[in-house]
């Protein structure tokens, strides 16, 4: 069973949808989850198909590339 996913960091993309970076277990893997997410009709918050997945182990190359 996955754990619950826990969000790190959130902000406002526009008005009405949100970005959150959550950490979680996908595979047995821990990931970072970049996804955007929106109110639905029964103004509950819900992940949309917009965002990006990767493993936790992936995070320091990331940052190194952006830096150079």
């Known amino acids: ?4 996913p826990r969000v790190v960091y959130a902000f ?9 970076a959550t950490l979680t277990e996908y595979g047995g893997h821990p990931v970072v989850d970049l996804r955007v997410w929106v109110d639905g009709p029964d103004d509950k918050s819900r992940p949309t198909r917009k965002g990006l997945t990767l493993r936790v182990e992936f995070l320091p190359e990331l940052r190194r590339r952006s830096r150079g």
Do not use: I, L, T
């Not at 069973?1 to 619950?4: G, K």
């Not at 406002?12 to 959150?20: F, G, H, L, M, W």
């Open 12 to 20: 406002a993309k526009n008005s009405r949808d949100e970005v959150r």
């Open 1 to 4: 069973m996955n754990p619950e």
